[in-house]
């Protein structure tokens, strides 16, 4: 079983429309959350931090459920510049170090 | 941008050569990351640097190796490399503050995109 598991998509949505992306995790250990954001063979670059208590940024909405081991982003009123692939991201403390696990992500196609 | 600059951007190897990549950390971050990104899937951690010391490493044979230099730039090698070693390879840094509430969060470059023939 993949540590971080998404739906890969891809998601063809109109202009306008609101999508939901969901993740799943395996580290109960995990303490940070993320989504980062991809375009075609570019860098990942960070959307948001996820907060247990769920935060928004804008047209984007994060949640968090520690207990289901779930995490989501939200993006209402889609634009075409949305279009890209969004990526998972957990992160915990390991002797010192904290590294991203990663998954796979899920690609978001927004068409006019 | 984040600040953080990678060299070459394009490598093309032979099974069996050797390889070295360049990471420059953003300023006033301590603290680089390595991933590799196959096609069609999520970077994969390599190992970290943080003060010059590998402070973690993921799933990666030893022919895979690297430094933190003092001023936190950093070299990814990879010896006998192989046809499966064909990735984009990312670089990534941050601040770590020794505090458990640090966020961490780590900026990346625009990646090295190697192949192996």
């Known amino acids: 079983r993949k540590e971080v598991e998404q739906d890969p998509g891809p998601f063809n949505v109109p202009e306008g429309a609101t999508v939901a992306f969901n993740c799943t995790y395996s580290n109960s250990a995990s303490q940070s959350f993320f989504w980062y954001r991809q375009d075609c063979r570019k860098e990942p670059k960070l959307l948001m931090s996820v907060y247990s208590s769920g935060n928004e940024d804008g047209r984007f909405t994060a949640q968090l459920n520690r207990a289901s081991q779930y995490i989501s982003l939200l993006i209402r009123d889609s634009k075409l510049s949305d279009s890209a692939t969004y990526l998972c991201v957990v992160s915990f403390m390991d002797t010192g170090r904290r590294a991203l696990t990663f998954g796979s992500g899920t690609r978001l196609q927004v068409q006019p | 941008e984040t600040g953080v600059t990678q060299s070459p951007t394009h490598l093309i190897k032979t099974r069996g050569q050797q390889v070295t990549l360049r990471c420059s950390s953003q300023?006033?971050?301590?603290?680089v990351s390595w991933y590799q990104q196959a096609l069609g899937q999520g970077p994969q951690f390599i190992f970290q640097y943080y003060r010059e010391e590998e402070n973690g490493r993921g799933n990666f044979p030893p022919r895979f190796s690297g430094l933190q230099f003092p001023n936190y730039s950093s070299e990814l090698n990879v010896n006998a490399l192989e046809l499966d070693d064909s990735a984009l390879y990312l670089c990534a840094s941050s601040l770590s503050t020794g505090g458990s509430l640090a966020k961490n969060i780590q900026y990346f470059g625009a990646g090295t995109r190697l192949s192996v023939l």
């Open positions: 300023s006033g971050h301590n603290t």
